[in-house]
């Protein structure tokens, strides 16, 4: 495919543009956007700007729910295997931020070093699960993003990431109160247990979403938030809004290569 054939009007290489080049694009687009807005959430929620979804067990947990939604739904729908991916990711979450809460001291790297044990610790679970039924080839497929297999009618679940982002962008305010401190939250009328809770829940769809389709993208999440908040400060919304142009200016090579 090429643009002189796009512009001859060849309708194969309009088909090419439509059913794949086109899903391609949006599928790098929602993923990279996605992940960067879970790994603004995760930071603002854990109070530190190490934490990720990959660095906090959330990716491993939504593998696990991946695989266990092979054994135990081999045979049903797409949203069969979401809802179960989903379910892992805000179970293993809600198990990791807990946890962090309960201890007394927190030091910048403590965090992401307990995130990465633990989440080595579910990974080997699955990796447990994935011999005994045989998935291993399937799961390390899986451990590695690929878009090349992105093809029109088998990416549409990552639309799932523009009502989060919308979510995630409407409590940008409750989520940095959050950030400062349960004391803080409290004192300002907010409802801290639930503004976690909401914040683990719109992580857990963001990743599930891009771990279903494509894979696993390391350190995503990580990096993007921390690059643009050095261009545009700590304020969400603008946060936000400044990840949505990163994420434009990377995808449009990206789909190049994964042509």
Same mark, same amino acid.
């Given at each position: 495919?090429?643009?002189?054939?796009?512009?001859?009007?060849?309708?194969?290489?309009?088909?090419?543009?439509?059913?794949?080049?086109? @899903?391609?694009?949006?599928?790098?687009?929602?993923?990279?956007?996605?992940?960067?807005?879970?790994?603004?959430?995760?930071?603002?929620?854990?109070?530190?700007?190490?934490?990720?979804?990959?660095?906090?067990?959330?990716?491993? #947990?939504?593998?696990?729910? =991946? +695989?266990?939604?092979?054994?135990?739904?081999?045979?049903?729908?797409?949203?069969?295997?979401? *809802?179960?991916?989903?379910?892992?990711?805000?179970?293993?979450?809600?198990?990791? +931020?807990?946890?962090?809460?309960?201890?007394?001291?927190?030091?910048?790297?403590?965090?992401?070093?307990?995130?990465?044990?633990?989440?080595? +610790?579910?990974?080997?679970?699955?990796?447990?699960? *994935?011999?005994?039924?045989?998935? &291993?080839?399937?799961?390390?497929? $899986?451990?590695?993003?690929?878009?090349?297999?992105?093809? !029109?009618?088998?990416?549409?679940?990552? =639309?799932?990431?523009?009502?989060?982002?919308?979510?995630?962008?409407?409590?940008?305010? !409750?989520?940095?109160?959050?950030?400062?401190?349960?004391?803080?939250?409290?004192?300002?009328?907010?409802? =801290? !247990?639930?503004?976690?809770?909401?914040?683990? &829940?719109?992580?857990?769809?963001?990743?599930?979403? /891009?771990?279903?389709?494509?894979?696993?993208?390391?350190?995503?999440?990580?990096? &993007? @938030?921390?690059? &643009?908040?050095?261009? /545009?400060?700590?304020?969400?919304?603008?946060?936000?809004?400044?990840?949505?142009?990163?994420?434009?200016?990377? #995808?449009?090579?990206?789909?190049? $290569? *994964? *042509?």
């Amino acid at each position: 495919m090429n643009l002189e054939a796009l512009l001859q009007g060849e309708s194969h290489a309009w088909s090419i543009l439509w059913q794949s080049r086109v @899903p391609r694009l949006l599928a790098i687009c929602l993923a990279g956007a996605g992940l960067s807005i879970a790994g603004l959430i995760m930071q603002q929620i854990v109070q530190n700007r190490f934490a990720a979804p990959s660095t906090t067990g959330t990716i491993d #947990c939504a593998l696990l729910g =991946y +695989v266990l939604s092979l054994v135990l739904f081999s045979d049903i729908s797409g949203w069969a295997h979401l *809802a179960l991916i989903f379910t892992f990711s805000v179970a293993g979450t809600l198990i990791f +931020v807990r946890f962090l809460q309960s201890l007394k001291f927190k030091n910048a790297m403590l965090v992401p070093l307990i995130g990465i044990m633990y989440g080595n +610790v579910v990974s080997a679970l699955t990796t447990f699960v *994935a011999y005994k039924y045989d998935l &291993v080839q399937t799961m390390n497929s $899986w451990t590695v993003a690929n878009f090349a297999s992105v093809l !029109q009618g088998n990416y549409e679940f990552l =639309y799932l990431a523009i009502p989060a982002s919308i979510l995630a962008y409407f409590f940008a305010a !409750q989520f940095s109160a959050a950030s400062i401190g349960e004391s803080f939250a409290k004192n300002i009328g907010l409802n =801290y !247990q639930k503004i976690v809770f909401i914040g683990v &829940v719109l992580v857990a769809i963001l990743s599930s979403s /891009v771990v279903m389709i494509v894979g696993v993208i390391p350190f995503l999440g990580l990096i &993007v @938030p921390n690059l &643009v908040s050095m261009f /545009v400060g700590d304020n969400m919304k603008r946060v936000c809004r400044g990840r949505l142009t990163v994420v434009s200016c990377w #995808c449009w090579p990206a789909t190049y $290569w *994964a *042509a």
